[in-house]
């Protein structure tokens, strides 16, 4: 199966500054990856998909890039709703696999 | 596409199983595939299955050998997914998700979650 690994697993980071978060495929996986949003009590929420794709209701502070094995999530300008878990997903072949998450925090 | 509906918490002992409902739109339940995914303490998401609800296939995951049942109730807009054989290590929080993809896909709209706790 393929392997998703995020660094880092934790990110401290002021309101206002920017975040970029990192995830790693063990083999390619095209474009066919997707983030999600989860915070403390809640189910995860889809962000981005198709590496770089909002989807309906992200708000335009995030982005994703990438394509292959390296792809980035970057939150602008972080807002006080940002800070949660974040994870991956690639969906480029069965089974579907999820990174471990990078948690951000407020530094 | 509207968010999907869980059942509730349950207890469960070792080596019985459980049966989680997920309804979705009545309107339109064909149009929508739906995967589960379950999240335990301190570890990652972990797909488990989905079901193609306009004609009921279904693919699991290995990981779960024969242990995961997945089917539907058409007239009810539900889809099931049955955990058998449980042990400790089950314990986690299930979740079914929706998207208007049919096979490998993205996970549009999450469910609320179930949490199942295995414990004697």
């Known amino acids: 199966e393929i392997v998703m690994t995020q660094s880092p697993d934790t990110l401290s980071v002021s309101p206002g500054e920017r975040a970029t978060l990192s995830c790693r495929a063990s083999?390619?996986?095209?474009?066919?990856l997707a983030w999600y949003q989860q915070k403390p009590g809640q189910a995860p929420r889809l962000l981005i998909y198709?590496?770089?794709i909002r989807a309906t209701g992200s708000p335009a502070r995030f982005s994703g890039s990438g394509s292959g094995t390296e792809f980035t999530l970057t939150i602008s300008s972080l807002q006080s709703e940002d800070f949660a878990v974040y994870f991956c997903?690639?969906?480029?072949?069965?089974?579907?696999?999820f990174g471990q998450g990078t948690r951000l925090e407020i530094k | 596409q509207v968010r999907p509906v869980q059942s509730g918490a349950e207890v469960k002992k070792p080596g019985a199983s459980v049966k989680i409902s997920c309804e979705t739109s009545?309107?339109?339940?064909?149009?929508?595939?739906v995967h589960w995914v379950r999240q335990a303490p301190g570890q990652r998401l972990e797909w488990m299955g989905w079901?193609?609800?306009?004609?009921?296939?279904?693919r699991s995951s290995q990981n779960f050998t024969d242990r995961v049942t997945i089917t539907r109730d058409t007239s009810a807009s539900t889809v099931y997914m049955e955990l058998s054989s449980l042990r400790s290590e089950d314990t986690a929080v299930y979740y079914c998700?929706?998207?208007?993809?049919?096979?490998?896909?993205?996970?549009?709209?999450w469910g609320p979650g179930t949490l199942i706790t295995v414990s004697s």
């Open positions: 009545a309107n339109t339940f064909t149009n929508y595939a």
């Open positions: 998700a929706s998207t208007v993809f049919f096979g490998q896909s993205r996970l549009d709209l």
């Open positions: 997903q690639q969906y480029n072949d069965w089974p579907l696999t």
């Open positions: 083999q390619s996986v095209s474009s066919n």
């Open positions: 198709s590496a770089s």
């Open positions: 079901m193609n609800t306009g004609n009921g296939d279904t």
